[in-house]
């Protein structure tokens, strides 16, 4: 009976310690954007990391999980890694949680914060502009050669609601603006350097687009054209470094999915970043992104946390052709 009876205690004893070992992680739906270089482990209690794996400033992570309540380190996917599964370190970053999906408390403030700013960044596919506007300055002069023939160029970056506008701006240049007089606008005090970046990436310089957008949304976003524009710029300057214009650069002349410009989205600033963006279409051509922006920019801003804070949209278009140069 003794023996018996110190079996069953035994054999209660290793229940219990491979029950509290195995004990599962609390699971999480969002993302872990990394804000310093750290490891990226399979086992944060042996230290183990195939393949050296480290994470990349803020770059977003899928977030799977946590270890506790009180998390120590995050579960998240890593892609190019293997396995792909690794843990990392509290201190290493910070989340965002969907809580409808994950149902738990993280007892964090790290949600998105429907008090953060909201934007619209508007930038276009200059070819289809061209195509509807041929009469425009820009157009005119437009050839395969300058940069705007393959690269996005920036409409501008709109403070939401959009009803956010014209702030502090008399009556005679709200009336010389919404009436096209753009040429008589004011000149922003920009500094040379930002308008000589501003010529490239907004080629609407040449119509004066540039004072528009200032007098209409820039008075709303910032004490200063010079703030403005240089994130305006800084912004529209991450996605044409992104596999995103890559994929707009390889297909001029042909028809591509809306789906799959979500995907390059999705590949370049992170999971979900693709439903962020309402591409525009007009007569079949694909001419411009909307894309819906939230929290604090400053001129080191990364796109991805931006993206991944901000509301879903739809867009207006299942498919679209990437207008090469010259009137179709």
């Excluded at 200063?224 to 002349?253: C, W």
């Excluded at 901000?310 to 090469?324: F, H, K, R, Y």
Aim: proline letters at 6%; one cysteine or more; a negative charge.
């Amino acid at each position: 009976m003794k023996y018996w009876t110190k079996l069953i205690a035994v054999s209660l004893w290793l229940s219990l310690v491979v029950t509290v070992n195995s004990w599962p992680q609390i699971s999480l739906t969002g993302y872990f954007i990394a804000t310093e270089n750290c490891p990226a482990l399979q086992s944060f209690k042996k230290g183990t990391n195939p393949g050296n794996i480290g994470l990349t400033p803020d770059m977003a992570y899928e977030l799977i999980g946590k270890n506790k309540v009180e998390a120590s380190h995050y579960r998240i996917r890593v892609k190019n890694a293997d396995p792909k599964e690794r843990w990392v370190s509290a201190s290493c970053g910070f989340i965002i949680t969907d809580c409808k999906k994950s149902g738990i408390n993280t007892g964090s403030s790290s949600n998105p914060d429907s008090s953060l700013p909201e934007y619209l960044l508007a930038i276009s596919w200059q070819p289809a502009f061209c195509q509807n506007h041929p009469l425009k300055a820009e157009c005119e002069t437009q050839d395969t050669n300058r940069y705007d023939a393959s690269h996005f160029t920036l409409h501008g970056l709109w403070p939401q609601p959009e009803s956010n506008i014209y702030c502090n701006v008399s009556n005679v240049n709200k009336n010389l603006d919404s009436r096209n007089i753009w040429a008589q606008l004011p000149q922003p005090d920009i500094s040379p350097a930002t308008f000589e970046d501003l010529i490239e990436v907004m080629p609407g310089v040449a119509s004066y687009l540039h004072l528009h957008e200032w007098i209409k949304h820039g008075t709303c976003y910032s004490p200063t054209p010079e703030e403005y524009f240089v994130e305006s710029i800084m912004l529209t300057e991450q996605i044409n470094s992104s596999v995103v214009r890559d994929f707009f650069a390889e297909n001029i002349g042909k028809t591509i999915r809306v789906s799959d410009i979500k995907a390059k989205f999705n590949e370049a600033f992170g999971p979900g970043a693709g439903d962020k963006v309402n591409v525009k279409c007009s007569k079949g051509m694909i001419t411009e992104l909307w894309i819906n922006l939230q929290g604090d920019i400053t001129s080191r801003s990364n796109l991805s946390t931006l993206l991944l804070q901000a509301d879903s949209v739809s867009s207006n278009c299942q498919a679209g052709l990437i207008d090469p140069v010259g009137y179709q």
